[in-house]
């Protein structure tokens, strides 16, 4: 019998997190290995935005890396994934069950916002997976109705990894990057408002983050970064149970914290 998958909001961070991940990579590290082994993938990053959700289809795809500056060394690193024609099908079908319209893209890589947190949660790139975009046009509400669209997908082995991060100021990271300084008060204040929110469940409060959230535009100055996060909490399913299995601060300014959304128990 397959076990339900639950779905996960992972941090990718800047991309050094890939060559020092702490104590976020272990959480996630952590996290992949008390999961039962997926059949696929659905791997949704921050940095492929589309008009409508487009599904990848290559066959292998290729290591995308779409950033400028950082260690050499960043950039030899590949990510061997293969992708899987019958899953990826099985994406579109979900998606267009959901009366959501369906883009499909034969050669579509994994960016930083895929590879970094799968090359840490699945080292050996044995499971295949499936790249899925975001529609920051649609803001948060789209994003949820994406990932309710993908939640049954979990009773046949899918695990549905959103990547991004539940702060995301370049302009403050990049301040910080070249003189330090201490974590700005809207850091904190967000996560925490976010995290109460998840915890008890107020999917209207959340959606409306914009306007309701201290700090918001501060710690989203576009909305990109967060929007994985709603995919995640709609692919848990309906009245998901959030679990926050990582909180901590990168950079002085970038929220690492990490969730799993699954059914509540009894429910």
Known sequence: MTQIQPSLFVPHGAPTFALNPGAAGAALVNMAGALPLPRAIVIVS????????????????????????????????????????????????????????????????????????????????????????????????????????????????FLVIASGNVTHNLRDYQMAARSGGQTPTYVRHFTDWLADKLHTGEIDNLLDYRRQAPGAAQAHPSDEHLLPLYVALGAGGENAEARRFHAGIDNFVIAMDAYSFSPKQGA
């Open 46 to 157: 921050a940095h492929w935005d589309t008009a409508v959700p487009t599904v990848g289809f290559a066959e292998r795809p290729e290591t995308i890396h779409d950033f400028w500056g950082f260690p050499d060394e960043l950039y030899d690193i590949r990510y061997p994934a293969t992708g899987c024609r019958e899953a990826s099908e099985e994406v579109v079908a979900a998606l267009k069950a959901a009366g959501l319209p369906v883009a499909t893209d034969a050669g579509r890589g994994l960016d930083h916002g895929a590879w970094v947190p799968l090359r840490l949660m699945f080292p050996d790139a044995d499971v295949p997976v499936i790249p899925l975009s975001i529609q920051s046009h649609g803001g948060p509400q789209a994003a949820y109705q994406l990932g309710q669209a993908l939640a049954p997908l979990a009773a046949s082995g």
